[in-house]
């Protein structure tokens, strides 16, 4: 069976003391909202697919962000009786002078907090990845 992989990051900032997620709104499809992502090519990594995916898609670079390797979530649908996995991790802007920039997949940006993200997401295994990074992020990553 043939199955698609895929890598992005679930991007977060701090703004006053609150964290905020950056979620795109796709100029396909129903225009839903999702984090950077996309398809993994031939002979690249995850990783490299997601900061490649990132910068396309939104114009940050893996120098704008923090990336949090231990903490990763993957998540499994179809797409059209397609089987698609798609790997995300956990990221912290970091360059307070990043701007998003969209390619032409996406036609709208948010930055949300947790409530608003999960709504915008739609998705119950997104939202529910969105809620555990917000936890990881609440315990672990003080700063
Ligand atoms: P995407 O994987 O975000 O490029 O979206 C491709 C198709 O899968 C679109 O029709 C989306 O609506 C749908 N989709 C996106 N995320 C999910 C998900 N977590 N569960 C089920 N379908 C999804």
New binding site residues.
């Given amino acids: 069976m043939p199955r698609k992989t ?1 890598a992005g990051f679930v991007i977060f900032r701090r703004i006053c003391g609150k964290i905020e997620y950056l979620l795109l709104q ?1 100029s ?3 225009h ?1 909202w ?1 984090p950077p ?1 996309g398809h993994v090519d031939p002979g690249e990594t995850e990783m490299i697919t997601a900061l490649r995916e990132t910068q396309e898609e939104s114009g940050l670079l893996k120098g704008d962000i923090k990336i949090y390797e231990n903490c990763k979530k993957v ?1 499994n ?3 059209s009786g397609v089987p ?1 996995i ?1 790997i995300y991790w956990l990221a912290e802007l970091i360059n307070p002078n990043a701007k998003v920039k969209l390619s032409d997949e996406h036609q709208d940006y948010k930055w949300l907090n947790i409530e608003e993200a999960c709504k915008y997401s739609e ?1 119950k ?2 939202q529910e990845v969105l809620a555990e990074f917000d936890s990881f992020i609440n315990k672990e990553c003080v700063s």
Avoid: P, S
């Fill in positions: 895929a796709t396909y499809g129903i839903h999702t992502k998540l649908y179809e797409v698609k798609v998705y295994d997104m």
